[in-house]
């Protein structure tokens, strides 16, 4: 595999507390369905690799389920609103981009992540003509870099490029393979697949 700093430098923005859960194997996907300020209107997979810019605009306690309301002051800790600096952990390498259509679907996929039912429903029904994509992602750690904070990387919106790229780093899988692909097989099983 090829190390993540070759690739193009492109980012998917994601709750902190989201990321903090793939970076520590809590769970292995995200559900997508674009961001407010999207180009497309929707959510489109720009890469299948991409780095995960945490992002802490939106997230609230009471959309996580109770276990992982906590991880949100955690995440805060360092963070300076406004900062120069943002800081990146994690790489991802989608896996499989499942399309979400109904309230069935993703019923069955209710305890493979940290977001509440009612939360997971809105996102759903929210640009109900477009799928909520569950994206099923392979995720690397980094040692922890800072990057220049950039105003192309706020708003609500899914991908950024990275303008300053990523100083090569070291990286791992969070999960080694035998259990990540437990988790993904699951997930598969779950849906039917």
């Known amino acids: 595999m090829t190390s993540p700093e070759q690739r193009l430098p ?7 507390v989201a990321v903090k859960a793939l970076s520590e194997g809590e769970q292995i996907m995200v559900l997508r369905k674009g961001g407010i300020a999207e180009e497309t209107r929707d959510f489109q997979l720009r890469s299948p690799q991409f780095y995960l810019l945490p992002a802490y605009e939106h997230q609230k306690p009471e959309l996580l389920k109770a276990p992982y309301q906590s991880g949100i002051q955690e995440t805060l800790q360092g963070y300076a609103p406004g900062g120069d600096t943002v800081k ?12 979400i259509r109904d309230q ?23 640009k109900r003509t477009k799928p909520l994509h569950l994206l099923l992602l392979r ?13 192309a990387y706020t708003g609500c919106k899914s991908w950024v490029t990275l303008e300053d790229g990523i100083p090569a780093r070291a990286f791992k899988p969070v999960l080694d393979d035998d ?11 779950a849906l039917g697949l």
Do not use: G, S
């Open 104 to 126: 069935d679907t993703l019923d069955k996929v209710r305890e493979f992540h940290i977001w509440t039912d009612t939360f997971a429903e809105e996102r759903l029904k929210w």
């Open 10 to 16: 492109v980012a998917l923005k994601e709750w902190a």
């Open 139 to 151: 995720v690397y750690v980094l040692e922890e870099t800072e990057i220049p904070q950039r105003p």
């Open 179 to 189: 259990i990540f692909a437990a988790k993904v097989q699951e997930i598969r099983l």
């Open 88 to 99: 990146i952990n994690a790489y991802a390498e989608v896996v499989d981009d499942i399309e």
